[in-house]
């Protein structure tokens, strides 16, 4: 049962601290989502990589936010230095473009970060 | 304005009954709709894509009005297992993907 991956499921830091939270794609896909939900702003996309490339990453703070994919099987989103208002659910997505675009987007279970 | 727009809710329905979810999109240059379900405290799953001839799946159906920049959801014949937040997503190829805020709905004996 394939499914994407996702490490730590939570995690609890103080501001200041360096978070790192990691993704396992779909074995596969080559297309990889990085999403931020909370309640005031629900689900916000903060960076796609296509082949491992960036392709967008303009919905991310770039003062402490980076995201990469050192090989096809793993993706980063570090946060440095993290704050309060970093808090929020970090889910990581997977998928593989049919015709143009892509049909489904597969979600991990989300990494639950709380920032003190 | 938001990219995407869907009704605010909650939804509190009763067993049995018929449940619509509207959403417009302000992007006319979109150009794949679905509907992703997320239960409280997991991801979202991919519910169904919305074609424009409109599309069905058993008690789902799902229509597309690119003219007024719509997507409707219809659920039939409610399940208390259908409790959950629905999700209106929207793309336009070779961007990104744009979640609308999600209307929670709550199916109740």
């Known amino acids: 049962d394939a499914r994407v991956t996702q490490t730590p499921r939570h995690k609890v830091t103080e501001m200041g601290q360096e978070v790192t939270m990691r993704c396992q794609p779909i074995l596969g896909h080559n297309t990889v989502f990085w999403y931020r939900q909370t309640m005031m702003q629900g689900l916000e996309l903060l960076a796609y990589f296509r082949n491992r490339a960036p392709l967008d990453d303009s919905g991310m703070p770039k003062d402490r936010f980076s995201a990469e994919m050192p090989d096809a099987t793993l993706a980063t989103l570090k946060i440095q230095p993290s704050e309060p208002r970093d808090s929020a659910v970090y889910f990581c997505?997977?998928?593989?473009?049919?015709?143009?675009?892509?049909?489904?987007?597969?979600f991990g279970p989300g990494t639950r970060l709380t920032v003190l | 304005r938001k990219e995407v727009e869907q009704d605010p809710g909650p939804f509190n329905v009763p067993e049995g009954a018929t449940v619509a979810f509207n959403c417009t999109y302000s992007n006319s240059a979109s150009q794949s709709f679905f509907w992703y379900r997320q239960d409280c405290r997991k991801e979202p799953k991919l519910l169904m894509s919305v074609y424009s001839s409109g599309n069905e799946d058993g008690r789902f159906t799902a229509q597309l009005n690119r003219a007024s920049q719509y997507i409707s959801l219809l659920i039939r014949d409610s399940k208390l297992s259908d409790s959950a937040t629905y999700l209106c997503?929207?793309?336009?190829?070779?961007?990104?993907?744009?979640f609308g805020p999600g209307t929670r709905l709550s199916v109740l004996p």
């Open positions: 997505a997977s998928g593989f473009p049919l015709g143009g675009g892509i049909n489904e987007q597969f």
């Open positions: 997503v929207v793309n336009v190829y070779g961007q990104n993907f744009v």
